[in-house]
Each structure stands twice: as structure tokens, then as C-alpha cells.
T-cell receptor, first 124, second 110 residues
Framework: EVRLLESGGGLVQPGGSLRLSCAAS????????MNWVRQAPGRGLEWVSG????????YYADSVKGRFTISRDNAKNTVYLQMTSLRAEDTAVYYC?????????????????WGQGTLATVSS | QSALTQPRSVSGSPGQSVTLSCTGT?????????VSWYQQHPGKAPQVIIY???KRPSGVPGRFSASKSGNTASLIISGLQAEDEADYYC??????????FGGGTKLTVL
């Protein structure tokens, strides 16, 4: 069974940093691209960042580019999101989401499995 | 990377059909056949119900169908059931391994 378990959320002051983790199990982790998607309280979903299976390619939404860094440790089956220069508008539940195997194309350009999320709150 | 446009709410009675719309641009919805839809119940993680515009993952009831015309995608739920009451989000691939979501539609089953 595929499982994704996020952790690392919490309360941080504006301008501060936080590192989120997503521990994966039940699949060959290093073969799959992983993503972070967030949801502000009472709001919609927003794609935040993605990383290839090898970790060699990373992608970011304009809203977080230059402030957030995605990385992965395939030996630990874990993907990370390092968040710096945090703002109140970064307050959200952050979900880890997996894509099906392969380059984005037919049958695999969507998110087929999601974790339960971790809440990051940016407030003074 | 502007969010896709979805109606904030729709409603229907059990057994009826409802259509949820999702409007983007030629750079996302209209540019690729990689539109997906996600169902989210309160306090739960989203779950995919449609991918590649029209395809249903195994386990998703046939009551859920979808289509796309130009820059607008649609999710059709027929034979509404009480358990269909949830938030629904469309999502479109926007190129360069980036995605854009809609603001979500709250479906109420009357």
C-alpha cells in the first residue's frame, strides 16, 4: 500500500524558516516524481513544487521561487520542502503528492496519491 | 500561473445530474490534454477522480465523467448521491512540470 506521511509543520514567525518532510512507503520511491501542494485555510489547492525521481530536476510556483527549496533523499524514501522568508500568506496545510511513473504524458500527468498534510502557520 | 476559474458552489438533489465547470487558458486547460479532477471531503486529503480529461481511475464510480472544450473543462456527476457532497478541484498541467489548480467548487446534495 502506498503511504505518504508529512511532518514538520508548526508555528513560525514571519521571516522565519521551516522544513517539511514527507516519508514514503509502499512503492519504489526513487522512480517517482514527487510534489508539494498546499491549501490555505478555507481556500483552494495550490501546486507549490515538484522534483524528479533522481532529484536532478526541480520546479517551483512563482509564488515560492527563491524562497522554497525541494529536495529528496532516496536512501531514506523522503522528500523535503525547505521554506525560508516565510510570509503570512504561506500559512497552509502542505500536502505531499506522488505522480504516476514516468515523464509527464498520457496516463501520468496528475497526482495519484496524497498524504494527509501538515499545517504550517506563519504568524507573530 | 493564475488559478483556474471554478464556480464557488453548485447543488443538486439525489438522483439528479450536475455539471462543474473549470475555465483556464490556452497555456493550461486548452494547451494540454492533462486536466484532472480531485474530490476532497472535509478534513481529508484530495483524491483523484478524473485524469487526462476523461479517464477514471479504477474504483471511481461511472457516475463521474468529464470533458473539455477549448479552455473549459467540465466534470459531470450523474445520479447524485449523498456521499458526493464534497469540494471538487480541477487541475491542469501548465507546461515545464508546473500545474495550476482551480479555486474549488463546493457541491451540496440537497
Amino acid at each position: 500500500e502506498v503511504r505518504l506521511l508529512e511532518s514538520g509543520g508548526g508555528l513560525v514567525q514571519p521571516g522565519g524558516s521551516l522544513r517539511l518532510s514527507c516519508a514514503a512507503s509502499g512503492f519504489s520511491f526513487s522512480s517517482y516524481a514527487m510534489n508539494w501542494v498546499r491549501q490555505a485555510p478555507g481556500r483552494g489547492l495550490e501546486w507549490v513544487s515538484g522534483i524528479s525521481g533522481s532529484g536532478g530536476s526541480t520546479y517551483y510556483a512563482d509564488s515560492v521561487k527563491g524562497r522554497f527549496t525541494i529536495s529528496r533523499d532516496n536512501a531514506k524514501n523522503t522528500v523535503y520542502l525547505q521554506m525560508t522568508s516565510l510570509r503570512a500568506e504561506d500559512t497552509a496545510v502542505y500536502y505531499c503528492a506522488k505522480r504516476p511513473l514516468g515523464y509527464c504524458g498520457e496516463n501520468n500527468c496528475y497526482f495519484d496519491c496524497w498524504g494527509q498534510g501538515t499545517l504550517a502557520t506563519v504568524s507573530s | 500561473q493564475s488559478a483556474l476559474t471554478q464556480p464557488r458552489s453548485v447543488s443538486g438533489s439525489p438522483g439528479q445530474s450536475v455539471t462543474l465547470s473549470c475555465t483556464g487558458t490556452s497555456s493550461d486547460v486548452g494547451g494540454f490534454n492533462y486536466v484532472s479532477w480531485y474530490q476532497q471531503h472535509p478534513g481529508k486529503a484530495p483524491q483523484v477522480i478524473i485524469y487526462d480529461v476523461t479517464k477514471r481511475p479504477s474504483g471511481v464510480p461511472g457516475r463521474f465523467s468529464a470533458s473539455k472544450s477549448g479552455n473549459t473543462a467540465s466534470l459531470i456527476i450523474s445520479g447524485l448521491q449523498a456521499e458526493d457532497e464534497a469540494d471538487y478541484y480541477c487541475c491542469a498541467f501548465a507546461g515545464s512540470y508546473t500545474w495550476v489548480f482551480g479555486g474549488g467548487t463546493k457541491l451540496t446534495v440537497l
